[in-house]
């Protein structure tokens, strides 16, 4: 996750750059329940409305969360399909609570009402993210479901009258790029804590829809309007969590805006990008599906690297056998391509791998989703990319 707040905020308000910090266990995203109210088109997991078999069990998933707290993971999403359609959703987070863990719920918000509101503000969650995907009609069709928006938008405003942090999550592509300016008008009316803009990965349906990620001029055009925008609240004294995600270019791409609105600090922002370090799958991201197999992030679902119920957690984590960990694990990682020879690989570390090997077959080959020019990362000589146009291939190996 890329902190855009925390970055612009030392811009302007200058300080010490504060040293690497090494969590002692990752970030874990758990898709508790694959069963969902809505059929998304971008969803990763390929949810439905129908009851998956082999799921944890209850008493399952207290023995995870204990292995988790052992192991100090320092933050744990619960997230699905829809995690509030599971009916121990809130014993289990009550349980997270009381172990010390950060716990946040990622949802679509439908199923929040006046009927469970009081019981979600009772969990405690750290957090309530709600996924938005432009205004209503556009989300409607995106969350293939009339009255989506609505239902999201009411849970937000029960959120925020029980004084629970909540936040929004936007997924770029191509059919809403053009609202992002409406939605943070959307997020200043509602007075939202956070707003988390994910990238397109291809993933589950989000496969069959790679063709509509957002172009890398829109992209561009987004990301420099959400550094814009944050700054701006900044200087009239509002702070808002604003984060990115799936795409770690954004980082130098922050750099390059910096270099023309804070010249000056452009040394110390390096320092800060160096010691975030980009991609963190398979090392400070972790993902644990519904069945309780474990997955370097929540994108490689077809990437086993153990089960629960055969072995913990921490120490299927702690097993580097596995190719792909040992390259996640690699500084600088073994990556190809643009990404191999670009200046700033120490920041992005070679971006989100899972992109390359559903495009190429290859996971270190160069990510088709970064949108920055040849000749920003130093690769002057070389012929460069038409940034008006989506890359080749997503055409072609439409393959879920």
Not at 86 to 98: K, N
Not at 108 to 113: E, R, S
Not at 286 to 303: R, S
Not at 376 to 393: N, Y
Request: hydrophobic share 35%.
């Amino acid at each position: 996750m890329f902190r855009v707040t925390r970055y612009i905020q030392s811009l302007m308000a200058p300080a010490p750059v504060p040293p690497v910090r090494k969590p002692k266990g990752p970030v874990v995203i758990w898709n508790l329940i694959r069963r969902c109210n809505l059929t998304c088109k971008h969803c990763y997991t390929t949810s439905a409305d129908i009851d998956f078999a082999g799921e944890l069990d209850t008493a399952e998933a207290h023995a995870v969360l204990d292995d988790l707290k052992a192991f100090h993971v320092p933050a744990l999403i619960l997230s699905g399909g829809e995690p509030l359609m599971r009916p121990d959703i809130f014993e289990l987070s009550r349980r997270a609570r009381e172990l010390g863990i950060y716990t946040g719920l990622s949802t679509n918000g439908t199923l929040i009402t006046e009927d469970n509101i009081d019981e979600i503000a009772e969990v405690g969650y750290d957090y309530v993210g709600i996924s938005i995907d432009g205004l209503e009609a556009t989300h409607d069709a995106i969350r293939q479901r009339k009255g989506a928006f609505r239902e999201s938008m009411h849970a937000v405003k029960l959120c925020k009258e029980r004084g629970i942090k909540v936040g929004l999550r936007f997924t770029l592509t191509r059919e809403n790029a053009d609202q992002l300016g409406d939605i943070l008008e959307l997020i200043d009316y509602h007075d939202v804590d956070k707003f988390y803009l994910s990238h397109l990965n291809y993933g589950g349906r989000g496969r069959r829809h790679s063709k509509n990620d957002a172009w890398h001029e829109m992209t561009r055009a987004a990301m420099t309007q959400l550094f814009d925008h944050c700054r701006d609240e900044l200087a009239r004294g509002v702070v808002r969590e604003y984060v990115t995600g799936n795409n770690d270019a954004d980082g130098p791409f922050l750099l390059m805006w910096a270099r023309e609105h804070f010249p000056d600090q452009v040394p110390a922002l390096t320092e800060r990008l160096t010691n975030w370090g980009g991609n963190a799958s398979g090392e400070h991201i972790a993902n644990i599906d519904n069945l309780g197999n474990v997955h370097p992030d929540t994108f490689w679902w077809d990437h086993h690297l153990g089960n629960v119920r055969d072995r913990p957690f921490s120490e299927i984590w702690r097993d580097t056998r596995d190719p792909l960990m040992l390259g996640f694990r690699q500084r600088p990682r073994p990556v190809k391509g643009r990404c191999g020879e670009c200046q700033y690989l120490p920041i992005c570390n070679g971006n989100t791998r899972v992109r390359a090997w559903k495009v190429t077959g290859d996971p270190w080959e160069e990510d088709p989703g970064c949108y920055l020019t040849n000749a920003e990362i130093g690769l002057a000589e070389a012929p460069d990319r038409k940034l008006h146009a989506p890359f080749a291939p997503i055409q072609a190996v439409e393959i879920f």
